[in-house]
């Protein structure tokens, strides 16, 4: 066996990694600022703030199923390419929006494009890296999600210091032309009809059209894992303040982002090498334990310490679970599994941010992080059930279940 390893690092797998890393800072900018914006310049209540940024995730979730079977028909790169300027369009038309039931409208129309567009982006990832090196490569490809995270709260509550919010919009526009222009140099390897079977080819629409059944298992615990996610993305600066820490609640996202961007590469490496239960399941463990301490967290060490711990472990579930539904299915269907994937992923961020919502309404922020703590060692179980079901179900030792597929 040759020592040389296919490359990661092409022209089309840097381009489509910046085209997402221009997306999601444009989202998570708006995801911060936008219900500052509802709340002080168009003068509505912080539920009608929360209810613009839910309104572009439910958008994206209904878009979601669908996604696959529209990337199948007009190929992979169109899809990238016109959703990528749907959302750069709808990006400019914040700048004249000042009510907010056209707001509103906005968001839900964004949320359709960014449905589309971040199933386009994560499938062609998935296709240009390679085969034996996709643990890894997806692992790189999601930093730039990652990066996006420290990157578009910081450059929002910065700008909105400095300039108005119709410049912000402004700033982000010109942002996503860039992420047009990234979109435009991939080039994309579409199947042809002779990788796609006959029978794909000519049945009626079915559900199939819009899910990948293969991947259902691990998109299903995916989601479980993004409900306890969705406690640190949507709570984190909410109980901050309570707990008197709110001053320093961006060093949590710092360090937080700085431990997966350090960790992700190993970790990635590891999946391929060792199989996704190396990866999985200590991951799980290391998530669990940084939110019980975040759950009785007094004082900054202990904040920053619980978030590179939840780093450690959370920042590879996301591209791992994807590469398990991708690894699941025919290269054809990559679309669809990866549709799947988000759809769940995307449902358990929206359910959890809710439910959890309920759960720190009766009881308290310590309860709701510790419930979660508890799922998470639940899902373990599910997992390692899944996995041995899997394995029994090929006829192949567990450890490579994940490449039962390939």
């Known amino acids: 066996m040759s020592n040389h390893k296919p490359a990661i690092w092409t022209k089309d797998f840097i381009s489509i990694s910046l085209s997402q890393f221009m997306v999601f800072v444009a989202f998570y900018t708006l995801l911060t600022t936008l219900p500052i914006y509802v709340i002080s310049s168009l003068g509505r209540s912080e539920a009608e703030g929360g209810l613009i940024v839910t309104s572009m995730l439910v958008a994206a979730i209904i878009m979601r199923p669908f996604s696959g079977n529209l990337l199948d028909k007009i190929g992979k790169k169109n899809g990238l390419v016109g959703s990528v300027i749907l959302f750069t369009v709808t990006m400019f038309l914040y700048i004249w929006i000042d009510q907010y039931v056209p707001l509103l409208v906005l968001r839900f129309l964004h949320g359709l494009s960014f449905g589309v567009l971040t199933t386009a982006t994560s499938a062609i990832a998935a296709d240009v890296v390679p085969m034996e090196r996709r643990g890894e490569g997806l692992g790189y490809f999601a930093m730039s999600m990652n990066l996006a995270v420290v990157i578009g709260p910081f450059l929002g509550l910065s700008a909105i210091q400095l300039v108005s919010f119709q410049t912000l919009f402004v700033i982000l526009s010109v942002i996503m032309i860039s992420g047009v222009v990234f979109s435009l140099v991939v080039n994309v390897s579409e199947p042809t009809n002779k990788e796609v079977p006959k029978t794909a080819r000519q049945k009626k629409f079915s559900l199939h059209d819009l899910f990948e059944f293969k991947a ?14 969705s406690s640190v993305l949507s709570y984190i600066s909410v109980y901050t303040e309570t707990i008197g820490l709110a001053a320093v609640a961006s ?8 431990i997966m961007l350090i960790s992700r590469p190993y970790l990635g490496k590891m999946f391929d090498l060792k199989g996704a239960k190396y990866v999985i399941i200590p991951c799980l463990l290391l998530f669990a334990i940084g939110l019980v301490m975040l759950s009785f967290t ?3 060490w202990l904040l920053l310490v619980s978030a590179a711990i939840i780093g ?9 679970f994807q590469t398990m539904c991708i690894q699941s299915t025919e290269k054809h269907r990559s679309g669809h599994a990866t549709a799947t994937f988000f759809t769940f992923w ?5 359910l959890g941010s809710y439910v959890l919502g309920m759960i720190v ?10 419930m979660c703590a508890i799922l998470l060692i639940s899902v373990m179980g599910l997992f390692m059930i899944q996995q041995r079901w899997s394995a029994r179900k090929a006829a192949i030792p567990v450890k490579d279940t994940v490449y039962s597929n390939e």
């Open 216 to 229: 259902f298992p691990i998109a299903m615990i995916s989601g479980l894992v993004a409900i306890a996610y």
């Open 251 to 258: 060093y949590f996202f710092v360090v937080f982002a700085l």
């Open 298 to 300: 007094e004082s900054l």
């Open 312 to 320: 450690l472990g959370s920042g590879s579930l996301l591209p791992s």
């Open 346 to 350: 995307d449902s358990g961020i929206a």
């Open 361 to 370: 309404a009766q009881f308290n922020f310590q309860i709701m992080y510790v």
